[in-house]
């Protein structure tokens, strides 16, 4: 602490003590546990031995200091940071831009980055990150006469910069909790946003403090929807004709949405935040997402919750506290989702491909219902009819999506218009429910047709409540062919049967037979090595009888064979390869118990 008294030497007053702030107090601390004799400052340097600070421009001007080891308890070093700062005397607040605010676009735009770039989800990326935060970090110091602060900020990101996107964002959380110029001059910047009075000015500070802004707000773990009902604080000093606009909107029948386009820290403690200035923002979540600060705040005591840019509010009513002189002004926070950002945002960079790859269960079918999220706009539910799964396990005909549209921490959105056929791409959910995967679904057209040939890792499964395998077939509910160009990991050849239908001599197979056309030839694909043709003879009868009777479980007949029914209950190509994989095998062991048979009977 340092003596900030008029006449900071002298004995016949009392002294006032204030603290340094957050990161000049770690670098006095780090130099005084080292066994230094000074700590150097951006404006002073402190002498350990004499116990004063010396300014580093005049050494004539010194004051005494004093070491004093302290809780976080005593919160109101820190009240400022609980309360609205503005920028802008005339924009107490700003419009509705999506849940991807424009100073986190203009980033990624710096950087040259893709969606599937962002640190949370590459490794070589956050560190590319780490590095140019660190360097735009310096920079702004040097623009404020605050270097070395900010190269011990820049110092402290760097150390993290290879230890992985989680170690990177706790430690962005840890300094930006810090009361330092880095995160008043991030939100100053980000306050602007909206203002074509501002507008270069805060796109300038894209390129120095971008980087840190978007590793903060890349959050690699999962963004909790805070509690429905819970209560955040955050106080403000408003002149009237602030107060007056809040005013103009709380008097609206209908409340409009307004947004928050900084990081905002509220805290969760009342007492924290009413201390500074003339109104109390008492914010109710109804459906938002928020981090809590606490586990990496050097003041946990504090419990600081930031509310992410792009979170918007309305102003529900306000009152004015005659005894403690101060206006108490109630919102309602809530995500906000733009249908336009879902049109703009399209995610059709992303190859056809990787979505197949990197989800685990496809569909194909027609979208009956969506039903709207009343708290959050551009966030749905939807009833599928499934027509076919082209990746993962069999699903039933009727499923329901939820999470559809724009969710925070994704990037790709979905639409999924009623009564439309689309590709979906899916994960597991709960209950049965399924969400969509960080992708678009695909419009089915003719031209998918050859898309899906062309692409390996599908195959063609029926619903569950598919009863009937002959009518799906014939109903043609699944893309006509996919994955036809893929690579076979174990070479195929046929078998072919030709079985000519007449009179024979044994029982057991004209049974079978005899609903059967005079002629009929078909080919089977199977996985084994030659070509075997099965003619008319007893030897070939009697090799097809044997087969039928021993697979009559399945409900196999000749028109299996024949290619007339060849789909298996749930599945059009994989059961079916299966199948003959299956087939073919029988057939073979078959085939040699008959000519040992044969030949036993010769010795005979």
């Not at 949370?120 to 990326?125: L, P, Y």
């Not at 509010?313 to 109630?330: G, P, Q, S, V």
């Amino acid at each position: 602490m340092w003596n900030a008294s008029l006449n900071p030497f002298s004995n016949c007053e009392p002294a006032v003590w204030r603290y340094y702030d957050n990161v000049d107090n770690i670098m006095i601390e780090d130099a005084f546990r080292a066994g230094e004799t000074h700590a150097i400052l951006d404006e002073y340097t402190i002498d350990f031995k004499h116990q004063i600070q010396i300014c580093n421009i005049d050494q004539n001007k010194q004051r005494p200091i004093k070491r004093l080891e302290c809780t976080t308890k005593d919160q109101t070093m820190r009240a400022e940071r609980f309360a609205f700062d503005l920028i802008n005397p005339k924009r107490p607040f700003s419009g509705l831009y999506g849940w991807i605010p424009p100073f986190i676009k203009e980033t990624v735009k710096y950087l040259k980055i893709t969606k599937d770039q962002l640190p949370s989800k590459d490794k070589d990326i956050a560190s590319m990150i780490v590095a140019k935060a660190a360097a735009g970090i310096i920079e702004q110091s040097k623009l404020i006469g605050k270097q070395r602060q900010g190269e011990n900020l820049a110092e402290r990101l760097l150390e993290k910069k290879d230890a992985g996107t989680e170690e990177i964002w706790k430690q962005c959380a840890f300094l930006y909790s810090l009361d330092s110029f880095l995160y008043r001059k991030m939100n100053e910047a980000m306050r602007l946003v909206g203002d074509d009075e501002y507008k270069e000015e805060w796109r300038q500070k894209v390129r120095l403090l971008g980087p840190f802004c978007l590793l903060l707000w890349d959050s690699p773990f999962s963004k909790t929807a805070a509690p429905r009902g819970k209560v955040f604080y955050r106080g403000a000093d408003l002149n009237d004709d602030l107060i007056s606009i809040f005013k103009d909107d709380c008097d609206k029948e209908v409340k409009p949405r307004r947004s928050f386009q900084s990081f905002t820290s509220c805290s969760r403690q009342k007492n924290i935040a009413k201390v500074y200035g003339n109104v109390l923002f008492i914010m109710t979540m109804k459906h938002g997402f928020t981090v809590n600060l606490k586990p990496y705040s050097k003041f946990p005591d504090e419990e600081e919750e930031l509310i992410f840019p792009g979170v918007c509010f309305t102003i529900d009513r306000m009152k004015f506290d005659e005894n403690a002189k101060k206006y108490y002004i109630y919102l309602s926070l809530m995500q906000q989702f733009s249908p336009l950002e879902c049109d703009k945002n399209s995610n059709e960079d992303v190859p056809f491909s990787t979505k197949v790859q990197e989800s685990p269960i496809i569909v194909f079918g027609t979208s009956l219902k969506k039903h709207n999220d009343v708290n959050i706009r551009n966030l749905f539910n939807v009833t599928l009819l499934v027509s076919c799964i082209l990746k993962g396990q069999p699903t039933q005909r009727i499923i329901h999506i939820v999470q559809a549209g724009s969710l925070l921490g994704r990037r790709s959105c979905q639409r999924l218009n009623i009564n439309q056929r689309y590709i979906v791409f899916l994960e597991p959910f709960f209950d049965g429910t399924y969400r969509p995967t960080d992708f678009e679904e695909v419009p089915y057209n003719n031209k998918i047709n050859g898309l899906l040939e062309k692409t390996c890792g599908l195959s063609r499964t029926y619903p569950f409540t598919e009863i009937n395998h002959r009518e799906a077939a014939l109903t043609n509910k699944c893309p006509p062919t996919v994955s036809v160009y893929c690579p076979s990991e174990i070479p195929s050849t046929t078998v072919t049967l030709l079985t000519t239908i007449a009179t024979t001599t044994i029982t057991s197979t004209e049974s079978i037979l005899t609903t059967t056309t005079t002629t009929t030839t078909t080919t089977t694909t199977t996985t084994t090595t030659t070509t075997t043709t099965l003619r008319k003879d007893p030897l070939d009868l009697a090799i097809l009888s044997l087969l039928l009777d021993d697979h009559q479980q399945n409900n196999l007949s000749l028109s299996f064979f024949q290619g007339q029914n060849h789909r298996s209950l749930f599945s059009d190509d994989e059961a079916r390869q299966n199948g003959t994989n299956g087939l073919s095998y029988i057939l073979i062991i078959n085939l040699i118990q008959l000519i040992f048979l044969n030949i036993l009977h010769v010795i005979l």
